[in-house]
């Protein structure tokens, strides 16, 4: 059964700072890899998504990495701001898409 | 805007009574799926569709729980006798054809409070 972990479960740092979240999952087995940002009591919102044959996709501040040979994926937010704040969550693709627990990112001015 | 359209948006029903829930997805969209939510957690998968066929059922969707996709278009889950319990979001996502590179959009959710 496939899990997926997210790490830090929350986050808080200052604007303008560079940070990492960092997503695990235990069956390298996949078809992608999905991260969402949710903002509070609304749905999901596609932020990236990797193939299982790619490495990396870039969107703006975001960059997010896939290793699914050690069944990894980092999501990279450059330059943080207030409006970044929210909930991270990473997803796989088998036949659904098994969800981490999130990363809640406040971002303070 | 993803496309994606849940009704209602929020829900509140007393224990025992009967909900049902409605899912337009994309309208070039041939997969289906619906997820249930619950505070501080992430998704978790209840039933897939493909088309108007309902391809896989988590073992979360007990049998007061139904989905339904008739036309292939739009999709319904109701509870039956719903419990406390069953308080959740429960997120509709569609997605294409190519499942390697198969986005999933999510709609709105639709909020259920169980008194």
Not at chain 1, 77 to 83: C, K, L, T
Not at chain 2, 103 to 110: A, C, D, K, L, V
Request: proline share 4%; with cysteine.
């Amino acid at each position: 059964k496939q899990e997926v972990t997210q790490i830090p479960a929350a986050l808080s740092v200052p604007e303008g700072e560079n940070l990492v979240l960092n997503c695990s999952f235990t069956d390298s087995a996949i078809y992608n890899l999905q991260w969402f940002r949710q903002d509070p009591g609304k749905g999901l919102t596609s932020l990236l998504l990797i193939q299982s044959s790619q490495r990396e996709q870039t969107s703006g501040r975001l960059n997010a990495s896939l290793d699914k040979s050690s069944g990894r994926s980092t999501l990279y937010i450059a330059a943080s701001q207030p409006g970044d704040s929210a909930t991270y969550l990473c997803a796989v693709q088998g036949n659904m898409l098994t969800f981490g627990g999130g990363t809640r990112l406040m971002v303070k001015p | 805007d993803t496309g994606v359209s849940q009704d209602p948006r929020h829900k509140i029903t007393k224990r025992g009574q009967n909900v049902t829930f409605r899912c337009d997805p994309i309208s070039e969209h041939n997969r289906l799926y619906w997820y249930r939510q619950t505070l501080g957690q992430g998704p978790e998968f209840l039933t897939y569709f493909q088309n108007e066929a309902q391809l896989e059922k988590s073992r979360l969707l007990s049998d007061r729980f139904s989905a339904e996709r008739p036309k292939g278009s739009f999709s319904t889950l109701e509870i039956q006798r719903t419990e406390q319990g069953d308080s959740a979001m429960y997120l509709c996502a569609s997605s294409g054809r190519d499942r390697a590179s198969n986005e999933q959009f999510f709609g709105p959710g639709t909020r259920l409070t169980v008194l």
